[in-house]
DNA sequence: CTAGGTGCAAACTCTTTGCAGCTGA
DNA sequence: TCAGCTGCAAAGAGTTTGCACCTAG
């Protein structure tokens, strides 16, 4: 998976988005990015590439990304926005408590799961939220 | 379970919670409540008990009920928290993305693959949330 | 009596928006 | 060219906090 910015640039021409200077160098810092970046973070990254970008900038286009799917919001700790490329296969997250470092996992078992008790309430799913908090387990001390 | 209000505010008292006139409004606000109300929905229906309270003691109250695990915290448009008393077993929710509606269920199994998921990552799990966006199934037309 | 809670209003954080100028296709 | 994007600064929405007074236990 994991398309390489041109690529996704492409597509996102592809989808009537305008690919801007601004837009590039966000599209940059996500794509390079191993953690989870807050808004701030991604500005003083893409800030590194081109000085200018503003704030309110990054808001918009992140917010454009997101309408047309190119990039998931979350918000781990209700202290605000963090964002992720949508460029690979569907995953949840498990936040550990102690260090805020994020692990993506995935377990078609329970989006099967989710799925079903879904259809048994009389609904079909459109998107899904699976967060897991937790710490290191105990080693044998 | 769903115990009432009297018995709550006696678990709140062993725990060193003061249990004020105004904190007593605000249960009784969510024990009646059958949806996940937001803050200014509980400022509003507290002041129908108690006309002087004010929406900085509603926001300290229900953190300090957070705190000691009277109350749980939700924010599923990210437009602000939802409260809901944690006095029922553990669920899960649905919200219809048409009505808003939120529905809780529980899955036993779901909750047994998260806690095998975070073992084989090394973690175990403090907590966990799992929101499922959907919208009613279509009916034969 | 007094540690802790309360009301009020100001302050804060995160996000959105109006506007005039800029720019990608 | 010109619809759409951008920077700036101001405005919003939700939440937190300092302070003087009040009150549960």
Redesign the interface.
């Known amino acids: 998976m994991s398309r390489d910015v041109a690529e996704i640039e492409a597509e996102l021409r592809a989808k009537g988005v305008q690919v801007t200077r601004q837009r590039l160098a966000i599209l940059n810092v996500l794509r390079a990015a191993t953690d989870h970046p807050r808004v701030d973070d991604i500005l003083s990254r893409a800030r590194q590439d081109d000085e200018s970008i503003s704030q309110a900038t990054v808001y918009r286009t992140l917010g454009a990304l997101e309408k047309v799917g190119a990039v998931l919001k979350n918000?781990f700790d209700?202290t605000g926005a963090r964002y992720e490329l949508a460029d690979r296969a569907h995953h949840d997250h498990?936040i550990?408590?102690d260090t805020g470092e994020v692990?993506e996992?995935h377990?078609e078992?329970?989006e099967e799961?989710?799925a079903q008790?879904?259809?048994e309430?009389?609904?079909?799913?459109?998107?899904?939220?699976?967060?897991?908090?937790?710490?290191?387990?105990r080693q044998k001390p």
């Open positions: 918000d209700g498990l550990d408590l692990i996992f377990s078992r329970i799961l989710q008790i879904a259809r309430l009389g609904y079909e799913i459109e998107w899904h939220r699976l967060e897991l908090y937790a710490r290191r387990s």
